[in-house]
C-alpha cells in the first residue's frame, strides 16, 4: 500500500490521456496511489478509453456528445468514489474546458 495517497482526485479529460488529477492539479495514476484496491485498475483502464475519447473531439465540434461523455466520466467517477470511499479521499468530476457547458468548470463532488 502506498504511504501517501492524494487527499483529493478530480475526473477531468485534458489532452494526452490525462484525466485523474490531485489536490495539487498534478496529473495522477490511480492505480499507482491504490495498488492494493483491485477495481481501480479496472476503473482507470475504462478511464483511459474515456479520455482517448475526448483526444477524438475536433476544436468546437458542435456534434461532440458532450452529455453521453460527461455522463460516462460521472459514473467513473462515481466507481472510484465507491471502490476507495473507506480511504477518506474525496473524488469530484468536472467537465472539460472545452465542453460548451463546462466554462464555469466548477467542480462536482462524488458520493
Not at 54 to 73: H, L, V
Request: with cysteine.
Amino acid at each position: 500500500m502506498k504511504e501517501s495517497r492524494p487527499s483529493k482526485i478530480c475526473i477531468l479529460a485534458d489532452y494526452g490521456i490525462a484525466y485523474a488529477w490531485d489536490e495539487n492539479n498534478t496529473c495522477i495514476g490511480l492505480d499507482y496511489n491504490f495498488p492494493d484496491i483491485p477495481e481501480v485498475k479496472e476503473i482507470e483502464k475504462e478511464l483511459e478509453e474515456w479520455a482517448a475519447w475526448f483526444g477524438t473531439a475536433e476544436d468546437n465540434d458542435p456534434n461532440f456528445p458532450w452529455d453521453e461523455f460527461n455522463s460516462k466520466g460521472r459514473s467513473l467517477a462515481a466507481r472510484l468514489y465507491n471502490a476507495i470511499k473507506h480511504t477518506g479521499v474525496e473524488v469530484y468530476y468536472e467537465r472539460a474546458f472545452e465542453d460548451p457547458q463546462g466554462k464555469s468548470r466548477k467542480p462536482e463532488k462524488t458520493g
